[in-house]
């Protein structure tokens, strides 16, 4: 094996005579084709990524290319000048390792081929890109090489990429019929405006498929395993990759470091940003995405991606838990230099229940937690199946090796953690896994370690037979064109799309404050319930110390015109009342058997409506009779219609019986509101049958821009007092007549809450606070629950603007 003598860089004869002998060595000329010249452009070469990823995976690409029939040449590019860039570079070079295969003389070799086809150059103006493509130009027609493709991997703040990439695309594109990749790294924007427009900037320059956004977490071993064992193993999984066999999935990267030195950075992305919307989000799209019939296609790939991100349920306040390591404020305020008076809600740990609006997934908690400073340093998926099996015989009496009766589940273990390696574990009960690729192993000899409250060989245990870092694997990929393992826009939109929301409500919670390390205990372990999380353990505020937080979430608990009130942000407040009802509901099935509950038309009650539906899976709904309040003289059928809006956002959600279903009958004998059918006494005979004493359990009402609350309108002197309890009404300004329970039926309930939502309410909520209590010019004085509680729910908007 001959040494080829060390060439001075940067001399082009020299180069050219290099090129030539490494052609020759390696049959290149002998070859029936050459596939072309790819020339590799690394700008940030000196960079710490650079150096502690990139040039290595280069590395790897062209050991594992380099025969293959394409030539390469790789420049590192930097903002330094050439004296400068260039030693740093070329250290990291002397420093690059072979696979283990690899023979130390081999080795020596390639390493030597490499660093003289490697040249740094100074990338700074528009000018240095007009002479790099020169350069790249000169070397291919003097060698006659034809040119396959140029990469070129930007490894440098994304405040840098519009500028690069005008340079890129104005002066160093390839010649017709040669691709162009150009490859980003995060992050890609820290909000979903943001995101948009640095694509937008990005778009200007390159096409979408030239285009490749790394998330090196696809690039894991085991990450990147994920969708080939869904294919290989379909047979087994097909029949229980559902909501039906699938009880939860954990998705989880845990660290033990923490922020500092990074604050500046951190502070403006927190762990959701950094971690979670990124590569935990993609885990979960490939874990629950439907398998596209052609995997070899990208597009199909990337497809059925965004296919399940688009299905995700919205998130809202209750689906996250957040905390943030005590020392984090402390090495903030040191780092950046802020006062003692200076405090973060920036999130350093957080808990988000994701949940999947589709057939298969539908009810499947999907939990995504990431932190720093926790007790270990981990990353695992671990997929849990509904326990479903009841063991007669003692275990000890049972043949050993059976675990049939054991909990199943199959793991994903990305790396570190107790196990150490990457791999992947199925409980030996589910089924043996197929690995079509010889890349992956059984791994035989286990120790004695326990996974999950199992020992190691109650699962199947797979490893990769050698382990690659992630950035090796996707080079390679990117050289292969497989776009799958990387973002595309429309994907990275639609993740940014999904968490922002949560990202702005968090913004104003305040995390909670957690030790660091072994000594957090249970402070972070939480529970998921009713279609939220929630900290398992309560937060000791001692740990807040005199450092208590300013914009707390609660909401305010006052008194408005004599009655209760509660006030919040409008989630909030929703959310607050719509666990009220379910309390009340509660309560009364315990105490009668039934709830029976009275809803108002309109607008606003429609969230509420939305809420109900989707986070209180604990409702007793089976036992709950719906009644209206009020409606309109519309068929049921007419998108004014209360009824028809109850039916769309609440009932066909919930399972609530038919027979306890009781719209207003607006339209008997086929006439709407028509006096002579008796709709009014129909109504109100109904009640009286069903709900003793005509009491309902709980009134939702509204108020009105004029004061009205049901539809009983100013200037009305029927439905104020008197023994009628259901009655027409009628408004000039408004389009329909409507039916109405009269107040003193609604006064009979044992709870009213009157809903008022948005600035649009400012004014009247203003106004009554200072107006002479008449019912008749200002209905909603007329509601006074005879023996029951009113209770007001205004959001902060309509309370103060
Ligand atoms: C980069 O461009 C600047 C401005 O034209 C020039 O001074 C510098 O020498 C160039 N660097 C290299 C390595 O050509
Ligand atoms: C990209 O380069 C082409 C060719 O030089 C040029 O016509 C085009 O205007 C450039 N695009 C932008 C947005 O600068
Ligand atoms: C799958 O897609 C690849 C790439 O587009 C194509 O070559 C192959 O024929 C397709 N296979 C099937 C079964 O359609
Ligand atoms: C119904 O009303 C009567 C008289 O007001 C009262 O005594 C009785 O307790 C009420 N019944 C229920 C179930 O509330």
Redesign the pocket.
């Known amino acids: 094996m001959k040494h080829i003598p060390f060439i001075p860089l940067g001399n082009n004869m020299l180069l050219k005579a290099l090129l030539i002998m490494l052609l020759l060595e390696t049959n290149f000329v002998d070859c029936k084709e050459h596939k072309g010249h790819i020339s590799v452009i690394l700008v940030g070469a000196t960079g710490d990524l650079a150096k502690k990823y990139l040039w290595q995976g280069l590395f790897h690409l062209y050991l594992n290319e380099a025969d293959r029939g394409h030539s390469f040449i790789f420049y590192g590019g930097a903002l330094s ?2 004296e400068k860039g260039e030693s740093i570079m070329f250290d990291v070079l002397k420093s690059l390792s072979c696979p283990v295969d690899v023979t130390p003389d081999r080795c020596a070799l390639l390493k030597d081929q490499f660093l003289r086809l490697s040249r740094y ?2 990338l ?2 528009a ?2 890109y007009t ?1 790099l493509n020169q350069d790249i130009q000169n070397t291919m027609s003097e060698e006659g090489l034809h040119e396959a493709g140029r990469l070129f991997y930007l490894s440098v703040p994304p405040f840098t990429y519009t500028d690069i990439a005008r340079n890129i695309n104005a002066t160093c594109r390839p010649l017709p019929g040669a691709w162009l990749r150009v490859v980003l790294e995060k992050p890609f924007g820290h909000d979903y405006a943001s995101a948009q427009q640095l694509a937008s900037d990005l778009q200007m320059f390159f096409k979408e498929e030239e285009i490749y956004r790394i998330d090196h977490y696809l690039g894991k071993q085991t990450v990147a395993q994920i969708l080939p064992f869904r294919r290989q193993n379909r047979r087994h999984l097909d029949p229980i990759w559902n909501r039906d066999y699938v009880e939860r999935v954990e998705i989880v990267l845990k660290e033990t470091v923490d922020a500092k030195a990074r604050t500046s950075f951190y502070e403006e992305y927190g762990v959701i940003r950094d971690v979670i919307q990124n590569h935990l989000t993609e885990i979960l799209t490939s874990l629950s995405m439907e398998l596209p019939l052609n995997y070899s296609k990208s597009y199909d790939v990337l497809k059925a991606k965004l296919e399940v991100m688009n299905s995700l349920l919205s998130l809202d306040h209750r689906s996250a838990v957040v905390g943030q390591y005590q020392n984090y404020l402390t090495q903030v305020r040191e780092e950046l230099e802020k006062k003692s008076d200076f405090f973060t809600n920036t999130q350093t740990f957080a808990g988000v229940l994701v949940q999947i609006d589709n057939t298969r997934w539908e009810g499947v908690p999907f939990i995504l937690t990431s932190g720093k400073a926790l007790d270990e340093r981990t990353a695992y998926v671990r997929v849990l199946f509904k326990d479903n099996s009841f063991c007669l015989q003692k275990e000890v009496n049972r043949e050993t090796g059976k675990t049939s009766c054991k909990r199943k589940q199959i793991i994903f273990h990305i790396g570190h953690g107790d196990l150490g390696f990457p791999a992947i574990l199925v409980s030996r009960g589910l089924f043996k896994p197929k690995f079509s690729s010889s890349q992956w192993q059984e791994a035989t000899e286990l120790t004695s370690l326990h996974l999950f409250g199992q020992p190691l060989t109650d699962y199947y245990v797979y490893r990769p037979v050698q382990e690659m870092d992630a950035y090796s694997l996707l080079i390679s990929n990117i050289f292969y064109g497989k776009k799958e393992t990387f973002v595309t826009t429309k994907n990275l939109l639609s993740s940014w799309k999904f968490w922002t929301p949560l990202l702005e409500i968090l913004d104003r919670e305040s995390p909670r404050v957690y030790l660091g390390g072994t000594e957090n205990d249970q402070l972070l372990d939480f529970v998921i319930e009713s279609g939220g999380l929630q900290f398992a353990a309560v937060e000791p505020l001692e740990i807040m110390g005199m450092e208590q937080k300013t914009n707390s979430f609660a909401s305010i608990h006052s008194t408005f015109l004599g009655n209760s009130m509660v006030s919040n942000w409008a989630e909030q407040l929703i959310e607050k009342l719509a666990r009220d009802i379910q309390l009340a509901a509660e309560s009364a099935v315990q105490h009668s058997g039934v709830f029976h509950l009275a809803l108002s038309g309109g607008s606003t009650p429609l969230a509420l409506f939305q809420r109900l539906s989707k986070h209180h899976h604990g409702f007793p709904w089976k036992r709950t009779h719906l009644w209206l309040v009020d409606e309109r003289c519309v068929p049921f059928t007419e998108p004014d219609s209360n009824f028809g809006n109850i039916e769309k956002y609440l009932l066909q959600h919930v399972r609530v019986p038919y027979i306890n279903i009781h719209p207003m009958p607006v339209d008997r004998n086929q006439r709407i509101c028509s006096e002579e059918d008796l709709g009014t006494e129909v109504y109100a005979k109904e009640i009286s049958s069903h709900v003793s004493n005509s009491s309902f359990d709980m009134v939702l009402l509204g108020l009105g821009n004029d004061g009205h609350t049901a539809s009983i309108f100013p200037g009305a002197q029927d439905g104020i007092e008197g023994h009628k309890f259901v009655l027409f009404t009628e408004s000039p300004g408004k389009p329909h007549r409507r039916m109405s329970l009269s107040l003193s039926l609604i006064n009979k309930a044992r709870e009213i809450a009157v809903l008022v939502l948005g600035k649009g309410k400012h004014d009247i909520i203003t106004l009554i606070s200072r107006a002479e209590r008449s019912p008749i010019k200002w209905p909603i004085f007329g509601v006074n629950p005879t023996f029951g509680k009113l209770v007001w729910y205004i959001d902060y908007d309509a309370l103060l603007k």
């Open positions: 000048p050439p150059r100074q700074k103006v000018e240095n002479a």
